[in-house]
């Protein structure tokens, strides 16, 4: 709880400009970008574009989840 809520908000307030959580138990990632967002629950991928990146980071979260765990 405290990393959904408290760490989030934290975070978030002090311009980090997006705060990931993976739960390996639910085999999920949740997102936020900016702290007026309500966030996201991602199952199937993830992708992260930051400024100045060429290309973006994608991620296989069933991929991932099933070499890790």
Do not use: C
Request: net charge negative; no cysteine; hydrophobic share 45%.
């Amino acid at each position: 709880m405290l990393d959904y809520q408290v760490k989030r908000e934290l975070y978030l307030a002090q311009g980090v400009p997006e705060y990931w959580i993976v739960n390996p138990d639910a085999l999920v990632v949740s997102r936020w970008r900016g702290a007026g967002d309500k966030g996201e629950v991602l199952t199937k991928s993830i992708d992260w574009h930051p400024a100045g990146m060429p290309q973006p980071l994608s991620i296989d979260l069933a991929a991932l989840f099933a070499e890790v765990l």
